[in-house]
C-alpha cells in the first residue's frame, strides 16, 4: 500500500474513532466540570449569604477540591490501567455524583469544605484517566486535537453551563419544598452525574480491539498506525515508578500549574466580578447582560483551543504553541490588571482565556515524548496532579486579594507570570526531544 493511500485510511479510521468516542467522552467530561463549577454560580444566587461566607471562605471552598483530587491522582490512574477503562472511570463518576448530591444538603460553610474536598477524591484521575484513554485509541499526529477536543470541554461548559446553573438555581427555587434554588441545582447536577456513570459502563470499550463498529481491517489500520506513530521516550523503562521520578515530568507539572490556576480563578470568580460591576463601575446590567459578558471569555477560549491545537499539530511543535498560548494569556492578564472599565476588562480576560485554551492539550503530548507505556500513564497523572494544585492556589489567592484590596489585580499578575514560564518550560522539553530523539517519518494526519 503506497503511503498516501495508507495515510488516507488511517484518516478515514481515525476520524470514525473521534466521531464515535469524543461525544460521549465530552457528555462526561461537561458533566464533571459543571459539578466542579457549580458552586460558582450559587455562590452569588444564595449561598454565600444562606452559609455565611467571606470571598476568603468562599475561595477555600471552591480550591479545596484540588487537595482531594490531588492526593489519588496518579493511584487511581494506575488502578484505570489495572481494572479497566470502562469499570474505573463509571466508579469515578457514580462516586462523585453520590457526593456531589449530598453536597446540597450542607448545613453550614465547613460541611461544605468537607463535601468539596470528598468530591475531589471521588473525582480524582478521571480527566487524566480519560487522557490515557484517548492515547489507547488515537495515533500521535492526532492526538494534540483530540486531547484538545476533550480540554476544550470546560469552555464549553463555561458558555453553556454557566447560564443554565444561573437559570436552573433562579427557576428550581420552588421545585422542592424547602430546598433553596441554589441546593436544588446541585441535587440535580449530582443526579446527572449518577446517570452518566452508569451510562459509562455500558458505553465505554477498554481498547480498539474490542470495538464491533470497527472492521478487521479498520482495527488493524488503527493499531497499526498508533504503533508506527510511538515515540521512544527518552527515558526508556515502562515501569509507573519511572514516570514519577523522572524530572522532566516534574518540570511539566510546574508548566501545567499555570492552567488550573488561571481558569479556575476566573471560573469560580468571573461571575461575582461581572456581579460586582455595579458597585464597582457603576454599571446597571440585566441578568441576561451579565449570563452574556460571563460567556464571552470561554467562547474566546473555544476558538483559541481550536485554533491552537490545529497549530500545534500540523508543526509537529507543541512546545512552541505552548510558548505562544502562554505569551497570548500573559498579554491579556497583564491587561486586565491596568483597564478601569467593565467591557475593557472582559476584552482582556477574554484574551488570557483564548491563551489558557491550548496550555493543557500541548503539555500533555509532550508526556509520552518523555516516558512510555505504564511510566506514559502515572506521568500524565502526576502532571494534572501536581499542577492541579494551582486549582486550589488560583481561587484561594483570588479570594484572599479580593478581600484585602477589592481586586483580583495582584491575582492577573501572577497568571501572566506563571503563563510566560509555562510555554518556556514546554519549548524547551520539546526541544530537546526533537535534537534527541531517533528521526521518525513524518505522519501529519490532516483533519
Known sequence: MSSAIADSADRAV?????????????????????????????????????????????????????????????????????????????????????????MAFVPSAGWLVGARFLLGVAEAGFAPGVLVYLMYWIPKSRRVWAFSLFLLVPFVTNTIGGPLMSWLTTASNDLIPGLAGWRTMILITGVAAILAGIA??????????????????????????????????????HRALAGLKNPKVLLL??????????????????????????????????????????????????IGALLLSTLADRTGRPGTVTLLAGTIGAVGAIGAALVDNPYALIAMLSITAFGLSAIAPTIFAIVPKVVAGVAAA???????????????????????????TGTQDVTYFVMAGLL???????????????????RQPSVALAR
Open 200 to 237: 459509562a459502563w455500558f458505553v465505554l470499550l477498554d481498547s480498539p480491539q474490542q470495538a464491533r463498529w470497527l472492521s478487521a481491517r479498520e482495527r488493524t489500520i488503527l493499531l497499526d498506525a498508533i504503533a508506527r506513530e510511538e515515540d521512544v521516550a527518552s527515558d526508556s523503562s
Open 420 to 438: 510566560v514560564l509555562a510555554g518556556v518550560i514546554a519549548m524547551s522539553i520539546d526541544n530537546h526531544h526533537r535534537r534527541t530523539s531517533p
Open 253 to 302: 507539572s510546574l508548566a501545567f500549574f499555570a492552567l488550573p490556576f488561571g481558569v479556575f480563578s476566573l471560573t469560580f470568580f468571573l461571575p461575582t466580578i461581572v456581579a460586582g460591576f455595579e458597585a464597582r463601575f457603576g454599571t446597571d446590567l440585566s441578568g441576561g447582560a451579565q449570563a452574556g459578558l460571563n460567556a464571552i471569555p470561554w467562547v474566546c477560549a473555544i
Open 378 to 404: 502515572a506521568a500524565t497523572a502526576l502532571v494534572n496532579s501536581l499542577g492541579s494544585i494551582g486549582g486550589f492556589v488560583g481561587p484561594y489567592l483570588t479570594g484572599f486579594v479580593t478581600d484585602l
Open 14 to 102: 481515525v476520524n470514525k474513532v473521534l466521531w464515535r468516542i469524543m461525544p460521549f467522552i465530552g457528555l462526561l467530561y461537561f458533566i464533571s466540570f459543571v459539578d466542579r463549577i457549580a458552586i460558582s454560580f450559587a455562590g452569588p444566587h444564595g449561598m454565600t449569604d444562606d452559609l455565611e461566607m467571606t470571598a476568603t471562605a468562599f475561595g477555600l471552598a471552591s480550591g479545596i477540591f484540588f487537595a482531594g483530587y490531588i492526593l489519588l491522582e496518579v493511584p487511581s490512574n494506575i488502578a484505570l490501567g489495572k481494572f479497566g477503562a470502562r469499570a474505573w472511570l463509571a466508579r469515578i463518576i457514580v462516586t462523585w455524583g453520590i457526593v456531589q448530591a449530598l
